[in-house]
């Protein structure tokens, strides 16, 4: 067999595993050697714990399969009062729960509306990474003081993915251009932005199976994303590996830290010294 026969082969064997590949929760575990990822100049984790007072009631939006809360609950010690999660993708359900029942964390189903299933104030702290939410949800769950620390996918993220696939990036809820835009759509719910962050960097699929697994993962990138419709790309993106080493994107992400105001005695809110000129900003 010549090299480009030889090279089909292990395309064709790369595409075979990686749509075999167990997909479970959200754990990129099966190509964690795979797939160089990058890192934002926050930590996501720390600030969702960071200050929590003893006592609290925490929220997950959008748990996936309980992963992140899992680290964040282990690192949070005493542990929080009351723990909930929400999660809107059903296969997600079980394995959220196996995953945290343990922890005492109740896992609620939601629907696609981003209406959260918990009365007013009843938690000190919400908590999102990558999920969708509506802020004056976020806001009316949240008891005065209490702060809600997420961080969103930008608008500008694996841009590169509707070059090599030729598809529109479906428009994702909540995927905003910037951290100020974010920043803004929480403060016209009432909740002011203490702290922004945004970043950009590289990340690297080593091979396309890799990629492939991703894309099964997160089947909103590519629409109508299968190996059978791209396999035209996925040969030529085979053969980009194949001269760099790697299959390069972008990573675009968004961070934003805001607090419900307290009531004054007075029974109106505090909130002095918040607002645009209080929010402190991260860059990548
Ligand atoms: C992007 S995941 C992030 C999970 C978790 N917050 C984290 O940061 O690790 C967020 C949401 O994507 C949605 N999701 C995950 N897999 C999906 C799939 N195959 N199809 C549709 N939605 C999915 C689920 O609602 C899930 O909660």
Known sequence: MG????????????????????????????????????????????????????????????????????????????????VYATEGYPPNLPVARARLSGAGVEVLPTRDDLRIPL??????????????????????????GGRFVT???????????????????????????SAETLADEVERAGLPVVRTGEATYPERFLDVGALV???????????????????PQLAALHAEVERTGSLTVTAHRLLVVAERPRLSR??????????RAGRRSSGS
């Open 119 to 144: 009365p007013a104030r009843s938690v000190d702290r919400v908590i999102d990474r990558h999920e969708a939410f509506d802020a004056a949800e976020v806001r009316r769950v949240l008891r005065p």
């Open 266 to 275: 007075a029974g109106t809110a505090r909130t002095a010294g918040r607002g």
């Open 213 to 231: 697994f991703f894309l099964r993962m997160a089947p909103w990138e590519v629409p109508g994303f299968s190996v059978e419709r791209f396999r």
């Open 151 to 177: 961080q969103q996918v930008g608008g500008a993220n694996y841009v590169e993915l509707s070059d090599w696939f030729g598809t529109e990036p479906a428009p994702a809820r909540n995927r905003v251009d």
């Open 3 to 82: 090299r480009e026969g030889a090279t089909l082969a292990d395309l064709d064997e790369l595409l075979r595993q990686a749509s075999e590949l167990r997909t479970r929760g959200w754990s990129f575990r099966p190509i964690e050697d795979r797939w160089q990822r990058g890192r934002t100049s926050w930590e996501f984790s720390e600030i969702a714990r960071a200050d929590l007072p003893p006592s609290a009631d925490l929220l997950d939006l959008g748990t996936g399969g309980g992963e992140l809360l899992a680290s964040v609950l282990a690192a949070i010690d005493p542990p929080p009062r009351r």
